[in-house]
Nanobody, 129 residues
Framework: QVQLVESGGGSVQAGGSLRLSCTAP???????LGWFRQAPGKEREGVAV???????MYADAVKGRFTISKDADVKTFHLQMNSLKPEDTATYYC????????????????????????WGQGTLVTVSS
């Protein structure tokens, strides 16, 4: 079982920034990497995905504010979150998968969480107004 490890969550005021990191011991030339979030009482939703070939996808709610990136040399990827809003409050999970796992992938559409193979334990992000 591949274990992903997140870091960087915490509390911040609205308008502030946080950077999440995820150590993922997978082959970055084959795996797509993603960040998901889950607020209390809500379904887990995709936030950003970075495919193995460098293509990125973002949820509409975070476009222009969040950036996903990777450092394959140290098997780590990141989510830079700027201009945070109270509605960004959630537990954030990093994940890794092979494109096509668990169902069809469509260009420009973030896959469902069930289509990701490996997961981190989650890190809480709280944004206060």
């Amino acid at each position: 079982q591949v274990q992903l490890v997140e870091s960087g969550g915490g509390s911040v005021q609205a308008g502030g920034s946080l950077r999440l990191s995820c150590t993922a011991p997978v082959d970055y030339s084959r795996y797509s990497l993603g960040w998901f979030r889950q607020a209390p009482g809500k379904e887990r939703e995709g936030v950003a995905v970075l495919e193995h070939d460098g293509i990125t996808m973002y949820a509409d709610a975070v476009k222009g504010r969040f950036t996903i990136s990777k450092d394959a040399d140290v098997k780590t990827f990141h989510l830079q979150m700027n201009s945070l809003k109270p509605e960004d409050t959630a537990t954030y999970y990093c994940a890794a998968t092979i494109r096509g796992y668990g169902g069809a992938w469509y260009d420009g559409v973030i896959p469902r969480w069930r289509q990701f193979m490996h997961w981190g334990q989650g890190t809480l992000v709280t944004v206060s107004s």
